[in-house]
């Protein structure tokens, strides 16, 4: 019998809004509500200690320490207690699952299949409330493999083989780590797991109608391949021969030369959208900037396209997306 989705209920939670100005930045950028696409969850660790309450402030505006610059859809603290601090079907799309430009583990295939706008725009963020040497909590493994089950199952991703979704050809359950250079999630790969488990005997049990208690059913991922299977299929011979030379602008006046990277950022945001477009413009001038100023990277191209980070939890988007960001903000 084939498996019955969107069957898996939302477990139950505390809403506590995040109050943002209704424009873009602050941490969000504005889309019409209910555009998201979720396609799956970026785990994240707070390294650091707060209630619901604490970390709604502490997004919010005005005042909040991240007020400016990032916002995340729920918090699950150490007792289990799931807080939704944005909803993921409103008008606000969270800089959550950026950060500088690094791919590890599950990244890059991920990155290949839904490109820039996919990392924050596709991945529900979910933040457990730790610190970097703790462990989470049995509730916290308990409530956010729920969470998880929910989202995986509201995109029709099957059981047997999650977190892998053979039609993406990817894992959509990520740590942060994997999608910037940080050390959120790293060495809680265990807990992540166990996290997944009980995600995927939850799913088992809406999506098969299993009756009776269902135990935590730990992932199998089959191994995946080091270099991502590219967007339109092309091999990376053909991508350099088509991407030439980027050239990179350091702080410190210096340049040098970056080829295409199967595995990188700025490489496969640009291969994403080429094939999506069909213009396959040259990469000209990536201008790696300070943390002093708002704007850390610009990469240009031959015709108009522009990759931007303003903010390290946006991580790199394209200018389109990114107008609005760039209206003054009351730092
Ligand atoms: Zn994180």
């Known amino acids: 019998m084939p498996n019955s989705y969107r069957r898996v209920p939302h477990p139950p939670f505390i809403d506590l809004p995040v109050s943002k100005p209704a424009a873009s930045g602050y941490g969000y950028t504005r889309i019409p509500a209910g555009s998201r696409r979720i396609v799956g969850v970026m785990n994240h660790e707070t390294q650091g200690r707060g209630s619901g ?5 502490f997004f919010s505006c005005p005042g909040g320490q991240r007020c400016a610059d990032a916002l995340v859809d729920y918090l699950i603290t150490r007792d289990g207690t799931i807080y939704r601090l944005n909803d993921p079907k409103n008008n606000r799309s969270p800089w959550a699952n950026g950060g500088p430009l690094g791919l590890e583990g599950d990244g890059p295939a991920f990155y290949a299949r839904f490109g820039a706008s996919g990392v924050n725009n596709s991945l529900i963020s979910i933040e457990f409330e730790k610190l970097d040497n703790e462990d989470f909590t049995t509730a916290q493994i308990q409530s956010g493999g729920l969470l998880n089950a929910y989202w995986h199952d509201q995109d029709d991703q099957d059981w047997e083989t999650y977190p892998y979704v053979p039609r993406y050809g990817c894992v959509t359950s990520l740590a942060h780590f994997e999608i910037g250079t940080t050390n959120c999630g790293k060495g809680e790969l265990d807990d992540i797991s166990r996290v997944q488990a009980v995600a995927r005997g939850e799913m088992k049990r809406w999506q098969a109608m299993a009756t009776g208690p269902i135990a935590p059913l730990p992932p199998i991922v089959p191994s995946q391949p080091d270099i991502p299977a590219l967007p339109g299929g092309l091999s990376v011979e053909e991508a350099s021969r088509r991407f030439g030379t980027l050239i990179k602008h350091t702080p410190d006046g210096k340049t040098k030369p970056a080829p295409f990277d199967p595995r990188g950022v700025i490489s496969l945001s640009w291969l994403h959208r080429c094939v999506e477009t069909g213009e ?13 100023g708002r704007t850390l990277d610009i990469v240009t191209f031959s015709n108009d396209w522009q990759l931007i980070r303003t903010a390290d939890r946006q991580g790199v988007m394209w200018a389109r997306f990114a107008d609005a ?3 003054p903000v009351a730092a």
């Open 53 to 57: 309450p604490w970390y709604r402030d």
């Open 325 to 327: 960001q760039l209206e």
């Open 280 to 292: 396959w413009p040259r990469p000209e001038d990536w201008w790696a900037l300070t943390d002093s």
